[in-house]
């Protein structure tokens, strides 16, 4: 994905790099025409990345419908990997075979990567063939990239090839100056000049010395001079100057103690200035790191930078993957805090679930169409509970019993029963555990398992059926475990099916065992032939949800009747009576009824 931050109106030409600037400007303007390959190169930090991406956005400007594809060479030998673990090499050559505006950044990796070396090779034949652009950049130049085969290097080097050298004095005041003009920030006339003079190897470098000159004014409250330039931009590398003499040991340890805590002090909260004004620039807030600076004990400030680095990495992984599904998410608030995560997370579900949904209950399945039994009164109560205040009682809701008993019709009823009380706005997912098995394999195999559990993170029911699918299934265990501990804590209620005990499933983790034992395990048991109703029963009032399901009843083979040896058939016979003559007219009686073959041909009479 092109980062928004590099374009070609923020880019600072000077000599070092007016020849690349004006190359990678032509090869925007009209993809394919000139300098085909382009090839840029220069060490770290002097913006070749910066140019990539110029050269992606103006291109997207001025042809809106070119197909643009920008990454780097890691990312796409991941790609090449994932299309050949899960089959679809094919599906990747299409892909890179549309492109008409490809920009790889890092190539100098190609070393030793001969499969890679081959596709790109193959890509690169496909594309210039067809006139479509090519841009790399790298950090050495073509004919130096070790271990590389001889026709890609001569690819490499058959466009055009530029370097971006080390800025000199005029381009690094021009950069600073730009920089500040960005930020809104203002520095004492003399101070931008003579930060140029610092001996930066890079921009990146350059930028690094800036940020510590705007930590230190925002701390200090008053403006630098052109002589605390040096002494702010090396004061984390220069030795501490020795402690004066003490005229005893003990005034000695005091001296030497202030000097450490003054030190100490100063040390973390410069570093610390520092992390806020890099994260600030990116556009991140950082109101953790500021509540930090204004404790007056010193702070763990590496344990707060990675905590930091951790949670601004997962937001940009975030919001790609909401971007991919939606590009509306693109610069949303919700992605530049990272106290926000969970929040980010769960928006990420959403987006997931509201593009991909997860299936729901089965329709027509009604509570209103139960009756009470013995066998399933207590399920059949904490159902009803559970529709008045999910999440909140019997979570989880554990029902085990025989097939037939009708516990797949109980949870969907239960799972149409909440979707109609909050309107229709809540995400009800029904799963089997068998199906939960296999997606959990599909998204390791197509590299999904990110999207694949937030489908499920998105969740306000949980409905899973057959959980004795899920036995001895290690790694889906692992999953599951963390899904219902992320789903428990949000208060999601979660509804299991089981065909048998908790204390059958011999393969279950018992950590999964403890939590499905910790909300409320019920059976539901087959009912009796003098149990069984019609759907015309009366249902007793505030009664009902009851169970088991009217159809599964009728399906159910009946109880046997009496046997016929114990019938007095003697006791039972009647007196004979005499018949009226009218009955015995020939006409009116059947003597002999013909068989089954007859009656269907009367009956098609």
């Known amino acids: 994905m092109l980062d928004g931050r590099f374009r070609f109106d923020n880019f600072v030409i000077g000599a070092a790099n007016r020849l690349a600037s004006s190359a990678a400007r032509a090869v925007a303007d009209a993809p394919g025409a000139a300098y085909n390959p382009l090839f840029i190169y220069s060490s770290s930090g002097l913006g070749k990345t910066h140019l990539l991406g110029a050269i992606g956005h103006h291109a997207r400007q001025l042809h809106p419908g070119l197909a643009i594809e920008y990454l780097?060479?890691?990312?796409?030998?991941?790609?090449l990997h994932q299309?050949?673990?899960?089959?679809?090499?094919?599906?990747f050559k299409r892909r890179y075979a549309g492109v008409g505006l490809l920009l790889l950044d890092d190539v100098q990796f190609l070393t030793g990567r001969v499969e890679t070396q081959s596709e790109v090779l193959r890509v690169f034949n496909a594309l210039q063939g067809s006139g479509r652009q090519i841009v790399m950049t790298c950090d050495r130049p073509p004919?130096?990239?070790?271990?590389?085969?001889?026709?890609?290097?001569?690819?490499l080097a058959g466009g055009l090839i530029v370097d971006v050298g080390v800025p000199d004095y005029e381009t690094?005041?021009?950069?600073?100056?730009?920089?500040?003009?960005?930020?809104?920030?203002?520095?004492?006339?003399?101070?931008?000049?003579e930060l140029a003079r610092t001996p930066a190897t890079n921009v990146r470098e350059l930028q690094g010395s800036l940020n510590r000159l705007v930590a230190h004014?925002?701390?200090?409250?008053?403006?630098?001079?052109?002589?605390?330039?040096?002494?702010?931009?090396?004061?984390?590398?220069?030795?501490?100057?020795?402690?004066?003499?003490?005229?005893?040991?003990?005034?000695?340890f005091l001296s030497d103690l202030a000097t450490s805590v003054a030190e100490s002090v100063e040390t973390w909260r410069v570093r610390l200035g520092e992390r806020i004004v890099l994260w600030s620039a990116e556009g991140f807030r950082t109101d953790r790191l500021s509540r930090a600076l204004e404790?007056?004990?010193?702070?763990?400030?590496?344990?707060?930078?990675?905590?930091?680095?951790?949670?601004?990495?997962?937001?940009?992984?975030?919001?790609?993957?909401?971007?991919?599904?939606?590009?509306?998410?693109?610069?949303?608030?919700?992605?530049?805090?990272?106290?926000?995560?969970?929040?980010?997370?769960?928006?990420?579900?959403?987006?997931?679930?509201?593009?991909d949904p997860l299936p729901g209950p089965r329709p027509g399945l009604r509570l209103n169409d139960l009756v009470r039994t013995p066998d399933n009164r207590v399920v059949i109560q904490a159902a009803s509970a559970i529709v008045e205040a999910p999440?909140?009682?019997?979570?989880?809701?554990?029902?085990?019993?025989?097939?037939?008993?009708?516990?797949?019709?109980?949870?969907?009823?239960?799972?149409?029963a909440l979707r109609t009380r909050d309107g229709g706005t809540w995400c009800i997912a029904c799963v089997d555990a068998g199906d939960y098995v296999e997606q959990l394999i599909d998204a390791l195999q197509q590299g999904a398992i990110e999207r694949w559990r937030a489908r499920y993170r998105a969740a306000d029911v949980l409905i899973v059926e057959n959980v004795q699918a899920l036995d001895g299934k290690e790694r889906t265990q692992d999953e599951f475990f963390h899904l219902f501990n992320e789903l428990q804590q949000a208060?999601?209620?979660?509804?299991?099916?089981?065909?048998?005990?908790?204390?059958?499933?011999?393969?279950?983790?018992?950590?999964?065992?403890?939590?499905?034992?910790?909300?409320?395990?019920?059976?539901?048991?087959?009912?009796?032939?003098?149990?069984?109703?019609?759907?015309?029963?009366?249902?007793?009032?505030?009664?009902?949800?009851?169970?088991?399901?009217?159809?599964?009843?009728?399906?159910?083979?009946?109880?046997?009747?009496?046997?016929?040896?114990?019938?007095?058939?003697?006791?039972?016979?009647?007196?004979?009576?005499?018949?009226?003559?009218?009955?015995?007219?020939?006409?009116?009686?059947?003597?002999?009824?013909?068989?089954?073959?007859?009656?269907v041909v009367e009956e098609l009479r």
């Not at 002494?231 to 004066?244: I, N, S």
Request: with cysteine; charged share 25%.
């Open 491 to 599: 208060g999601r209620q979660m509804i299991l099916t089981c065909d048998r005990p908790l204390a059958q499933l011999t393969g279950l983790q018992s950590r999964l065992r403890s939590r499905f034992e910790g909300g409320l395990v019920a059976e539901m048991g087959p009912e009796q032939a003098d149990e069984r109703f019609g759907r015309d029963t009366p249902v007793p009032v505030g009664d009902e949800a009851a169970a088991p399901t009217i159809d599964v009843l009728l399906d159910r083979t009946p109880t046997p009747p009496v046997g016929l040896e114990a019938v007095d058939f003697d006791a039972l016979a009647r007196e004979p009576h005499a018949v009226d003559s009218f009955f015995l007219d020939a006409e009116k009686v059947v003597l002999d009824w013909p068989g089954i073959d007859g009656r």
């Open 172 to 193: 690094r005041v021009a950069i600073l100056r730009s920089k500040c003009g960005d930020r809104g920030v203002r520095f004492a006339a003399g101070v931008l000049e």
């Open 72 to 79: 780097t060479l890691d990312d796409f030998v991941s790609q």
């Open 143 to 155: 004919t130096e990239i070790s271990d590389v085969d001889e026709r890609l290097i001569s690819r």
């Open 391 to 416: 999440g909140s009682r019997y979570n989880p809701l554990f029902v085990h019993g025989p097939a037939g008993a009708g516990i797949s019709h109980l949870a969907h009823a239960v799972g149409n």
């Open 295 to 355: 404790r007056h004990e010193p702070q763990d400030v590496e344990a707060l930078e990675a905590a930091m680095a951790a949670d601004v990495e997962r937001l940009r992984w975030l919001e790609s993957e909401a971007v991919r599904l939606d590009p509306r998410c693109a610069g949303l608030e919700l992605f530049r805090d990272p106290e926000r995560v969970a929040d980010a997370e769960d928006f990420l579900a959403k987006t997931v679930a509201r593009t």
């Open 217 to 252: 004014q925002s701390l200090l409250e008053v403006p630098l001079g052109v002589a605390d330039v040096w002494h702010v931009v090396g004061a984390l590398h220069t030795p501490a100057p020795p402690a004066p003499p003490a005229s005893d040991e003990f005034e000695a």
């Open 83 to 91: 299309a050949i673990a899960t089959g679809q090499a094919d599906g």
